[in-house]
């Protein structure tokens, strides 16, 4: 039990607690703490020993092979991709034996955009969720961004877009993430396969119809010889009075004529603004399956 003046002490070192009033005209409280030790995030590579349990988190979301999740977190590195996880415990942060596993983020490099981190394979294990761990996670992850010199997070979602929102997330439009790729090749050669529009940040996107189909070729066949001077008679003037030029004969048909050119092009409709919101948006996955694109600054 503590005294009322103990209670703000208690409040500040002890973070989220249940007070449960014992006897009013004592004016006593009892303080029951919310969880059982401090939380943080670390990178996945300086704990390899959370990498099996940590495949079999992002596993419990994301179906994949065991030995395929090992092995693609066993990508993070210093350099990127970085693999964070989550971590409730009373011990100390190079490990203990009272550590719960509470979930996984992944950060990458975004091509073109030094300033940028891309987020995914948010996960919070299912055991744990409902407790505001979720947003502890991002705010780890953005803590642990900005201390590494960057200032803007780039993300997807296919159903979480109000989560985001309400953590600062706005819509932006769509990045490169460079993955693992960085790892091994610079991002200067990256940046060059880039096949990405502008960094302009704005909402909307202009999509207009297909470019006017350009009008038919006429076939050769089509086209009569050009005509040409003919040459000079050789013969005399004698030879020609007993040699008439003869007549072309009447039974061949006429040369064909050329056909009249194509109709122009119906008018094209105007270019119409394509705006991605909460509720909806125009861009997909590669399955096909609608995909929200959204940043923050940090």
């Not at 977190?73 to 190079?94: I, M």
């Not at 997909?284 to 923050?296: L, T």
Request: glycine residues 8%; charged residues 20%.
């Amino acid at each position: 039990k503590c005294t009322v003046e103990m209670f703000t002490a208690s409040l500040l070192s002890r973070g989220c607690i249940t007070l449960t009033l014992t006897e009013s005209h004592q004016c006593t409280w009892e303080c029951i703490p919310f969880d059982s030790g401090e939380v943080w995030a670390i990178p996945l590579h300086q704990r390899p020993d959370l990498l099996e349990p940590c495949a079999d988190l992002v596993n419990s979301e994301w179906q994949r092979s065991h030995g395929a999740r090992v092995h693609a977190l066993q990508k993070s590195c210093q350099e990127f991709p970085v693999a964070l996880v989550l971590l409730q415990g009373s011990g100390n942060r190079d490990g203990g034996d009272r550590e719960t596993l509470l979930g996984h983020v992944r950060l990458s490099r975004v091509v073109s955009r030094p300033g940028s981190l891309f987020v995914e394979s948010v996960v919070v294990s299912k055991a744990q969720r409902g407790k505001g761990y979720g947003r502890t996670l991002m705010q780890e992850t953005e803590r642990y961004a900005k201390a590494r010199g960057f200032r803007r997070l780039c993300l997807t979602t296919h159903d979480k877009q109000h989560f985001y929102a309400h953590l600062g997330y706005v819509l932006s439009m769509p990045v490169q993430n460079a993955g693992v790729m960085a790892s091994f090749m610079p991002m200067e050669v990256l940046e060059r396969f880039s096949k990405l529009p502008g960094t302009d940040d704005t909402q909307g996107e202009v999509q207009g119809g297909p470019p006017p189909p350009s009008p038919p070729q006429i076939p050769p066949s089509f086209i009569g010889p050009a005509p040409s001077t003919p040459p000079p008679l050789l013969l005399p003037p004698s030879a020609l009075s007993r040699h008439p030029t003869p007549s072309p004969p009447s039974g061949l048909p006429p040369p064909p004529s050329i056909p009249p050119p194509p109709p122009p092009p119906p008018p094209q409709c105007p270019a119409r603004l394509v705006f991605q919101t909460l509720e909806e948006t125009p861009y997909r996955d590669a399955k096909g399956v609608p995909i929200f694109w959204m940043h923050k600054d940090i």
